[in-house]
């Protein structure tokens, strides 16, 4: 990728109007990837979820996030030739940006094991025991917003 290949923008996206967008990151990471099982991969709740989009410089869907009404960070995904570039983090600050947004002071999200370092460098902690998700190693984690 050239310097203009690896351009992104993050912003709010609509479950309604950018679902395909959405879906197409979460399937290719989660599905595809790491063998998540579809009917757990769609839980029910991403209408009442905020969720957050990236783009590349085409408006291509590169990653995503959502922010669900108790405060919990999830389907954190960037696509595989994405990560490393600062998607993931682009992503994560603006999921934060929204919990505050919301009054929210605790943020949680339920970490892959391998991505633990990855949350810790914004500040997260992770609490309690290592956990199956969908086959999946996770921990919780959680951030105390008025301390970032």
Not at 65 to 80: F, N, T
Not at 81 to 102: F, Y
Not at 126 to 137: E, L, N, Q, S, Y
Request: with cysteine; glycine share 10%; hydrophobic share 45%.
């Amino acid at each position: 990728m050239n310097a203009s290949d690896m351009t992104f923008a993050v912003r709010e996206a609509r479950w309604k109007s950018d679902r395909g967008s959405l879906q197409a990151v979460r399937h290719a990471v989660f599905v595809l990837e790491q063998g998540v099982p579809v009917d757990l991969e769609w839980d029910g709740l991403d209408d009442a979820c905020t969720h957050l989009l990236a783009e590349d410089a085409r408006g291509q869907p590169i990653g995503c996030a959502r922010l669900l009404p108790d405060g919990h960070i999830g389907r954190m995904a960037v696509l595989s030739p994405w990560r490393g570039r600062g998607a993931g983090r682009a992503l994560l600050q603006a999921a934060l940006a929204q919990a505050r947004a919301a009054g929210f002071q605790v943020v949680r999200l339920n970490a892959q094991v391998h991505a633990l370092d990855f949350y810790r460098r914004e500040g997260f902690e992770a609490c309690g025991d290592v956990f199956d998700d969908a086959g999946i190693p996770h921990r919780a984690m959680r951030l105390e917003l008025g301390r970032r």
